[in-house]
């Protein structure tokens, strides 16, 4: 396969197991070399998690290289995981944040075969130092949805999750809406309402405006 991918004019015609294997080899001059001839690679984001694999393994380099390929894609493949969610794997995660980061709002809010993007993920595994450091980056998109139309607040109202309310503040702080629908037409308020928790989506200022202890 390396001989056929050297050979500026041969025609290559790979099948779709043959590039799922050079990616679950790990064999990043293939990577490249693939990359090099600008073959379409599309496929092998969804069945390969390529940029936790990159993250893990350190490459810093090739997770670039692989952020430049898809910054072409029109439309963006799905991906396994999206290349923010990605890049907070890494033991030296800032390198690989500020990579995406630097790649634009498109990376930063590129989505995963369900439609969700890095920060409705954190969201839905309540990783809150993740969803604070995401929340700060220029150009994320709070109000993202996935195929079901969730946003990241949507997914953070659980009335039974000890975080929950400390990521739902943050997201409202930032300005998340609750008056967005999901697929069915159901808002965020009336889901909330419905599970008992609308007392999530108060702010704090409001909250602290009682009769008792009203607003100075």
């Known amino acids: 396969i390396t001989q056929a991918v050297r050979l500026k004019g041969a025609n ?11 990616f679950n080899s790990g064999s990043l001059g293939m990577i490249n070399l693939l990359l090099d001839r600008g073959l379409e690679i599309d496929p092998c984001f969804v069945y390969v998690d390529l940029f936790t694999q990159l993250t893990v393994g350190n490459d810093l380099t090739m997770f670039r290289a692989l952020l430049n390929y898809l910054s072409h894609r029109v439309p963006m493949p799905p991906l396994r995981t999206p290349p923010l969610q990605s890049a907070f794997t890494s033991l030296s ?3 690989f944040i500020a990579a995406v980061i630097e790649a634009g709002p498109r990376l930063i809010n590129a989505v995963d075969e369900r439609g969700a993007t890095a920060l ?4 839905s595994l309540r990783r809150l130092d ?14 993202a949805q996935d195929l079901n139309g969730f946003s990241a607040l949507r997914h953070a109202i659980d009335p039974l999750h000890e975080f929950s309310p400390t990521i739902v503040r943050l997201l409202l702080a930032k300005g998340a809406r609750t008056d967005s629908s999901d697929k069915n037409g159901q808002t965020i308020l009336a889901t909330a309402e419905k ?13 602290q405006q009682t009769p008792e202890h009203p607003a100075q």
């Open 12 to 22: 290559i015609d790979f099948s779709m197991q043959t590039l799922t294997d050079v």
């Open 93 to 95: 995660a800032d390198p």
């Open 120 to 123: 409705i993920n954190f969201t």
């Open 130 to 143: 993740a969803i604070e450091r995401v929340l700060e980056i220029p150009g994320v998109d709070i109000e």
């Open 195 to 207: 599970m008992g928790c609308q007392h999530l989506l108060i702010p704090v200022d409001e909250k």
